[in-house]
C-alpha cells in the first residue's frame, strides 16, 4: 500500500469533547458487518423491502466530456440509467434497491470510494491513517465537529470576517470566536502566534483556544486565498500551540486563472490534467504531517448545492468518532442523492473528466469574476471603494474609506454602513454588509467593506448592478458622477 511509508496521525484525545470520548456508536448498524457471510439469512436488520420502494428506474441526462455548456448537454448529453436490481444482475455496482435503502453513516461504500481516490488524487495526505466519511455537506459537518472539539466556554479562532453561519453554529454551543487580522492572503500568522503566545485566561475568561477555524481558499466573505507558504506558516502556528485545525474549503476548484487586469489578452487554460492540478494552492490537508486538520470537502459549490453531498477527511480516530455521530443523526446523505453523483462521477465521467469538469467550472468564473472586474473600474469612485481581484471563490470584497463620509465620525461605522446599504437597494442593487460576518462583534472594528458575489447573475446584470452600486455610493459621499 503506497501509504505504508508515512507517519501516522497523533491522536487527539485532550482535544475531542467528553460526549465524543465516550460515543459508543451505533449497536444496530454494527450488525451490517455479519451480512457479508455467505448464505445467512438476516432477520436481523429492520430495513424495509425494496420490493415497497415505488421507483422501478432513474434515467439522468448529464453532459458528455467536454460538452459541458446547459446547451451542449441538451444536444449533445447522454441518458444514463439506473435500474432497481442492476446489482443482482450484475448490470452495475450500486442501484437503487441497495441506494434507496438504510446505509451507513459514512455513505455508501460505492461512493466512498470514488471520494476517497478523489482525495489522494487531489491532496494524498502526508500521513497513513487518513480516512474519508461523507457528510449532510459542510454545514452539517462543521455542527458536528464543533460538538466534538469543543465544550460550552470555549473560544476559537478564525479569520476576523467569517462564514456568518459558522459563528451562529458556535454561538448557542456557548462558543465565542476571536478573529484573527487578516490581509488579501487570509489570516496573518504572526498575529495568531501574538494571540496565544500572549493568552491570558482570566483577562480573556476562556481556556487557551486549541481550535483554528479557516476557509483558506476564496474565502467567504473577503475572497482572501492563502498562499502556499501563507499556509505552511499557519500550519507552524498550529504546531507550536497544539492547535486542531478545522479546514472548510468549498471554494477550493473555484481557483481562477490568474487576474491579468482589465482589456489583456487571457492566460490559457491548463493544457493537461496534471498542469492544472499543479496549479492549486496545495491544502491544508496535504501540508498535514500530524493528522491535525479535519478537512470538509462539498460537491455544492462544483456540482449542485441540492445534493447535500460532501465529506471529511481526517485521522482515523477523528473520522471514527464522526462516523459513530452521523450514524445516530444524520446517516449518510441521501442515497437518492448519492446514486445520482455515483452514476455521474463513477460510472460515466471517471476522475480525469471530473477534473475536465473542474477546469471548465474555473474558466466559468474566472469569466464571471473578469466581468465584475471590468464594471467595477468603469463604474466604481475610486476615491472611496478600493479592492483587491480575487483568485478564487464568489465573492468580491469592497473596502468603503468610510472617512471620508460627509457625517464621519458624528455617524459611526454601522450607521454609516447601514445608510450606504439602503441607499443601494433604493439603487436597485444588493450587497452584503460586512458587519454580518463579524467573528466577533464585541471586538473593535475600523473597516467597512461590502461583499458582492459574481456567482448568480449574468453578465449584464452583474455590470448593471455594479454601475448602480458606483451610483449610490457617490450619492451617499456627495461626489459627482
Ligand atoms: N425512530 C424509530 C422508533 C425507528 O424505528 C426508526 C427507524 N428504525 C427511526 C426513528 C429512524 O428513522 P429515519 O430513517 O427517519 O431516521
Ligand atoms: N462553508 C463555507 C465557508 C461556505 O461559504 C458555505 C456556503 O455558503 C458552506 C460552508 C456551506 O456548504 P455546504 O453546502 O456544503 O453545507
Not at 471529511?312 to 473520522?319: H, K, L, R
Not at 474558466?363 to 467595477?376: G, N
Not at 473596502?399 to 450607521?415: A, G, L, N, V
Amino acid at each position: 500500500h503506497s501509504h505504508d511509508h508515512k507517519p501516522k496521525a497523533k491522536r487527539w484525545d485532550h482535544h475531542v469533547s467528553h460526549e465524543a470520548l465516550i460515543r459508543k456508536g451505533n449497536s444496530l448498524k454494527q450488525a451490517a458487518k455479519y451480512l457479508g457471510k455467505p448464505g445467512l439469512i438476516s432477520l436481523g436488520g429492520g430495513l424495509p423491502s425494496s420490493e415497497y420502494f415505488p421507483f422501478a428506474e432513474l434515467n439522468l441526462k448529464v453532459p458528455t466530456v467536454g460538452h459541458f455548456s446547459e446547451s451542449e448537454t441538451k444536444e449533445s448529453g447522454i441518458t444514463i440509467t439506473a435500474g432497481k436490481h442492476d446489482l443482482a444482475q450484475d448490470k452495475s455496482i450500486f442501484d437503487i434497491a441497495t441506494a434507496f435503502n438504510y446505509g451507513q453513516g459514512s455513505g455508501s461504500a460505492q461512493l466512498l470510494r470514488w471520494i476517497t481516490e478523489h482525495t489522494e488524487l487531489v491532496h494524498n495526505p502526508p500521513y497513513s491513517d487518513w480516512r474519508c466519511t461523507m457528510s449532510i455537506g459542510s454545514t452539517s459537518a462543521l455542527d458536528m465537529a464543533l460538538r466534538m472539539f469543543t465544550r460550552p466556554g470555549d473560544l476559537i479562532l478564525s479569520e476576523e470576517y467569517t462564514f456568518a453561519t459558522a459563528v451562529e453554529t458556535a454561538a448557542p454551543m456557548g462558543l465565542r470566536v476571536t478573529g484573527i487580522s487578516m490581509d488579501e492572503q487570509g489570516l496573518l500568522p504572526d498575529s495568531m502566534d501574538h494571540i496565544l503566545a500572549t493568552w491570558d485566561v482570566k483577562a480573556r475568561g476562556a481556556r487557551k483556544p486549541h481550535l483554528l477555524y479557516t476557509v483558506p481558499t476564496g474565502q467567504n466573505p473577503t475572497g482572501a486565498t492563502q498562499s502556499a507558504d501563507r499556509r505552511r506558516e499557519i500550519y507552524r502556528v498550529c504546531q507550536k500551540h497544539d492547535l486542531y485545525i478545522l479546514e472548510d474549503d468549498p471554494y477550493y476548484f473555484l481557483q481562477m486563472q490568474p487576474y491579468t487586469g482589465p482589456n489583456s489578452p487571457d492566460i490559457l487554460p491548463p493544457s493537461s490534467h496534471s498542469e492544472f492540478l499543479k496549479s492549486l494552492v496545495p491544502s491544508l490537508l496535504s501540508i498535514d504531517v500530524d493528522g491535525r486538520v479535519m478537512r470538509m470537502d462539498s460537491f455544492s459549490k462544483v456540482l449542485s448545492p441540492g445534493s447535500r453531498i460532501g465529506w471529511v477527511t481526517a485521522s482515523e480516530q477523528i473520522v471514527h468518532m464522526y462516523q459513530m455521530h452521523a450514524d445516530v443523526s444524520t446517516q449518510g446523505p441521501a442515497g437518492m442523492a448519492q446514486l445520482i453523483l455515483w452514476k455521474l462521477l463513477d460510472e460515466h465521467w471517471g476522475h480525469v473528466a471530473y477534473l475536465d469538469w473542474l477546469i471548465h467550472i474555473r474558466m466559468e468564473y474566472t469569466r464571471r469574476r473578469d466581468v465584475i472586474m471590468q464594471a467595477c473600474e468603469k463604474y466604481l469612485p475610486k476615491e472611496v471603494v478600493s479592492w483587491k481581484p480575487p483568485m478564487a471563490g464568489m465573492f468580491h470584497w469592497l473596502r468603503i474609506e468610510f472617512r471620508q463620509h460627509p457625517d464621519y465620525p458624528s455617524k459611526s461605522i454601522e450607521t454609516i454602513e447601514e445608510e450606504i446599504f439602503m441607499r443601494v437597494i433604493e439603487h436597485g442593487a444588493l450587497v452584503m454588509r460586512g458587519s454580518w460576518f463579524y467573528a466577533n462583534n464585541e471586538e473593535e472594528h475600523d473597516t467597512l467593506f461590502f461583499r458582492a458575489t459574481y456567482a448568480a447573475a449574468p453578465a449584464e446584470k452583474i455590470e448593471e448592478g455594479i454601475r448602480r452600486l458606483g451610483e449610490a455610493v457617490r450619492a451617499e459621499f456627495g461626489l459627482k458622477g
